[in-house]
Nanobody, 117 residues
Framework: QVQLAESGGGLVQAGGSLRLSCTASLNTLSFGRMGWYRQPPGKQRELVAALTSGGDTVYAHAVVGRFAISRDNAKNTVYLQMNSLKPEDTAVYYC???????????WGQGTQVTVSS
C-alpha cells in the first residue's frame, strides 16, 4: 500500500498562487502515472493534472496555462504549481498514484484549497 502525504493547500485571493506537494512512500519512478484530482463542493471528483512515468502530462481544460505538474524523483514528490487562481478552483485536492504492475490506485487524504473573490 502506497502512502501519500499532501501539503500546501490553504486560503488565497483570486489571482494568487499556491503549490501543492505530494510525497510518496515509494519511489515515484515505480508509478505508471501520478497526479492530482479535485472535488469542488457538491460536485464529483475530477482530474486536474497527471504525469506519466515517461514524462507526458495531461491537464484539465480549465487549468491549462495556469497549473503545472512536476516531479522530483529524488524526493519521491510530485508538485502542482497553481497560478492565477480563480474562485472556481476551490476544492479539496487529492494526490493519486497508479501502479501498472499491480493495477492499483492510491489516494492521499486531500488538501483544501480555497480561493476568495
Amino acid at each position: 500500500q502506497v502512502q501519500l502525504a499532501e501539503s500546501g493547500g490553504g486560503l488565497v485571493q483570486a489571482g494568487g498562487s499556491l503549490r501543492l506537494s505530494c510525497t510518496a512512500s515509494l519511489n515515484t519512478l515505480s508509478f505508471g502515472r501520478m497526479g492530482w484530482y479535485r472535488q469542488p463542493p457538491g460536485k464529483q471528483r475530477e482530474l486536474v493534472a497527471a504525469l506519466t512515468s515517461g514524462g507526458d502530462t495531461v491537464y484539465a481544460h480549465a487549468v491549462v496555462g495556469r497549473f503545472a505538474i512536476s516531479r522530483d524523483n529524488a524526493k519521491n514528490t510530485v508538485y502542482l504549481q497553481m497560478n492565477s487562481l480563480k474562485p472556481e478552483d476551490t476544492a479539496v485536492y487529492y494526490c493519486y498514484t497508479f501502479r501498472a504492475s499491480t493495477g492499483l490506485t492510491s489516494w492521499g487524504q486531500g488538501t483544501q484549497v480555497t480561493v476568495s473573490s
